[in-house]
Each structure stands twice: as C-alpha cells, then as structure tokens.
C-alpha cells in the first residue's frame, strides 16, 4: 500500500504544479478552453466543465502534464460522472498513459464504479503493461477485494501470467492479502466446474452425433453383406459345375 500512496503522491504533486492548487470555490463558469483549462476541470472532477469543453472542440483523449488522459485522471481519482462524460464522447478506453490503461488504472485505485463504466464500453479485460501484469493483478496487488471481483463477475482470466509468469494468484499470495486469496480460489473453484462442464457437453454431444450416424454406417454396410439367398445360390452353382466337369 505504501508504495501506492507514494506513486499517488508524485502524480498529485505534479499536477499542482501544472494547475496550481485545487480552489476550495472554484468558478461558477469554467475559463476559456485551453489545455490546461480542461485538465484543471479533469483535476477538478468537474463533469460540466468536461462536456462544455467538448462541445467546444476539446480532445477527450488529452494527456495532462503528469502524462495522464482525462479518463485515466479520472479512474485515478474516481470522478465517476467525469468518466461518463468523456466515454460517452468517444474517449478511448485502451490508450495507455503512464504505462497503464484506464481499466488499470481504475483497478489500481479500487474505482469499482468507473470500472462498471469500462465494462460497459466494452473495454479489454485481459490487455497486459509492458511487464504482462492485467487490470485484476494490479486490483489484487493493492488488496481491491470490490475491484478484483467486479473484474472476475465481468470475465477477467484468473490464469493469466506476466512476463514473469505470476498470476493473480500469486501476485495475492506475494502481498500476503488473505481475502484476495480466498476470493481468487472461489473464482478458480467456480471457472474449473464451469470448464468441465463444458467439456462434458461438448463430449455428449459428440457422442450423440456418432450414434446418430452409426444406424446410416450399418445400413450402408448391410446393403452390400451377402444374404443367406446368396449363399444358397452360390453352394447350387459350385455343385453344378462339379457335376459338369464330372
């Protein structure tokens, strides 16, 4: 956790230094558009600010001084109503800022609300970091029990590894997060019945096509057997031409 708050920190003092402080009474009408106006109503988490700047011709996917896109600031932060409005002006769901995309980011944080979102934008549960770590490792390396499972309800692989070869389930183990370790093993109880399931069906089935198609096998087969009129026909002519060559 600590190292969270630490990269948290950094991101924070950065964009004080582009925006300057948060204002405790920020302006009733937002400034003329300008980038650092629209990542300071992005910092602000001010939803009207966003969709006027939009309107207005600003870009959903701009990237703040500290590298981060409105959406990713807002996963970091859990400006969830910020998040809708900039998804639902086309903001990409997959671009990468700082080394993780927004559902990374979200997952990090322990957003499970702009993770919601995410999902219904049809965003890529499973997408890797240049190291291979998913949006459910980094939810299990920070002990966001309410993310992770958001994560695993909506698909998210619990056997999927890094770069070096970690899984989830590792990454919980490593960290000593005990519930996320229970939560992971109930998941893989539930994705191991599911698969044999399925296996089971996909074999019946099999099963059921070869009996359908053994009854047309034996008919074919059957048609050309020699009938017992045709052992009786064959026994008369072997002893005529005995007879005949007698």
Sequence with gaps: ???????ASLVLSISFSCFGAMPKNPPMKPPEIQPASVMQAGW???AEWISMYLDEGADPNAVDAAGLTLLARACVRGHDSVAAVLLNNKASVEL??????????????????????LIKN?????????EGNTALMFAVQEDELEAAECLLKAGA??????KSGVTPFDWASKRHHAQAVALLKKYEIVAIKE????QAVEKEGYEVVQMKEMPVLDSLENKNAPTLLDWCVGLVCVILSHFKSS
Aim: hydrophobic content about 40%; proline content about 2%.
């Design 1 to 7: 956790m600590g190292t969270k708050y630490c990269i």
């Design 44 to 46: 602000l988490g001010n």
């Design 96 to 117: 990468v800022s700082l080394g993780k995309t927004p559902l990374m980011w979200a997952a990090y944080s322990g957003h499970v609300t702009v993770i919601e979102q």
């Design 122 to 130: 049809k965003v890529e549960l499973d997408s890797w970091e240049a």
């Design 157 to 162: 692989s619990l056997f999927v590894r890094n």
């Design 195 to 198: 698969m044999k399931e399925k």
